[in-house]
Structures are given as C-alpha cells and as structure tokens.
C-alpha cells in the first residue's frame, strides 16, 4: 500500500513570499492532518479534516496559513506571507474511519521549509 | 487537556545493551497512546500502540513498551539497542479534539534523542 505522499520535499523562500505545500494521503484515509515541526519540538497539529470538512483548525494561524481539501482526497497548505518563525517541516498525515486500525495515524516524508 | 511528557531530551546507550526511553501522560478518560520514531531527514514512522489489553505492547524492529496505568507512563524499551536504532523518538496521545466533534487527534511530547553507541 502507498504511503501517504507530500511535495515538494525541500522548499527554501525569502521572507513575505508565499508557498503551497501538496500531501496525498493514503487512499481510502477519511481523515487528513497538518502537523508543524519546528526543530528541536514535537509535532504541532495545524488542521483536521475529515473527509472534504475541517474539525479542528484551532491552532492554524489564520492570518497567513491556510488549507484545503477539495474533493476530500488530495489536500494543499498554503502560507503568505511567510515569516522566518515559519521554518520548519510541515508533515502530513492520514488515518481511516476503521475501528481497529482507524486509530493509527499515518505521516508522510514532511515537507521541509526553510524561510530566509 | 491531554498532554505527554518525555523527561529526557537525550538518551544515549551502549550497542547491545538494553534501552529506555520515558513517557508519562495526562489524558481524560482511557489512554491510547502511541510511540514514533523519526530518523534525520524523514517523516515519522509508527512503531506501536497500546489501546487496551495486556500492558506489554510489541512493535516494529523489536521495540516494546509497557502500559503502567498507575504510572501514568508509557516506556519504549529494547532489550539489545542497535547503532541503527540512533533516531529521535516521540510519544503520543490520543484524545478528543476540544471543538467536540467527536474526532480524535494526537498530541505529541517533545522528543528524545537516542543515541547508540558502537
């Protein structure tokens, strides 16, 4: 079974320039998260969605970040502007609505930001 | 709120010898709890879970961890550390999100560093 896939991998931008990250997640997964990694800390979930609808954005700051899920399959993170605190990875995951393995989330590669 | 705590920012071993690595929560209601391990440059990967049932949980690459429940701890252990198992190691917790959707989400401890040495 594929993993759940995210893109780019490595992006570098200057500061107030904007970028979008992409995540695919593992197919038939209802459920997608955002997670933001900042060095030396533990994952921070950013958004939920379940299916194509948000349940949990509480700790997106809504001023610059931003994401969608249309059509309740691929997801897409954008931020702008971006700022330096914004470094970090930005790690996507999924998880199903099974009872027995629906507890288990699953991340992709992460998607490494770098904002200069 | 739930939260998780993992005591030790780094935890170095000698190969061969056995591993701890710590975990202690803080969650309403029953725990489900979850260990990661993220090598250099990588996403996380799932090593186990303890939803319910016997307390010792065996996972990926021979790594267990014990449910303690008067404890509230969550400790990852290996009997013999391999230099490949060198990686840094997040705890979980899964609890209801706070809008009451009914969904689940997991909060992360801050990691810690295992270092194996040859």
């Known amino acids: 079974e594929a993993g759940v896939a995210q893109s780019p991998r490595y992006k570098i931008i200057e500061k107030r320039q904007s970028v979008a990250f992409w995540c695919n997640p593992i197919?038939?997964?209802?459920?997608l998260y955002w997670y933001q990694q900042i060095l030396g800390q533990g994952p921070k979930l950013l958004i939920q969605f379940q299916n194509n609808g948000v349940v949990d954005d509480s700790q997106l700051p809504k001023d610059r970040f931003s994401a969608e899920r249309l059509k309740g399959v691929d997801s897409t993170l954008k931020i702008q502007p971006a700022k330096l605190e914004d470094s970090a990875v930005y790690l996507c995951?999924?998880?199903?609505?099974?009872?027995?393995?629906?507890?288990?989330?699953?991340f992709g590669e992460g998607s490494w930001l770098t904002v200069v | 709120a739930q939260s998780v705590a993992q005591p030790e920012d780094q935890v170095n071993v000698a190969e061969g010898n056995p591993l701890t690595v710590k975990c202690t929560y803080s969650?309403?209601?029953?725990?489900?709890l979850f260990w990661y391990v993220q090598y250099p440059n990588r996403g996380l990967q799932f090593l186990l879970k303890y939803i319910t049932g016997d307390n010792l949980v065996k996972g990926s690459y021979g790594f267990e961890a014990e449910f303690n429940k008067s404890q509230t701890s969550f400790h990852l252990k290996k009997p013999s550390a391999l230099v490949s198992d060198s990686a840094l190691y997040f705890c979980?917790?899964?609890?209801?999100?706070?809008?009451?959707?009914?969904?689940?989400?997991?909060?992360f401890g801050k990691g810690t560093k295992l270092s194996v040495i040859p």
């Open positions: 979980a917790v899964r609890a209801l999100i706070p809008s009451g959707a009914g969904s689940y989400q997991l909060t």
């Open positions: 197919s038939g997964h209802a459920t």
């Open positions: 995951a999924s998880s199903s609505n099974n009872r027995i393995s629906g507890n288990t989330i699953y």
């Open positions: 969650v309403s209601g029953n725990p489900y």
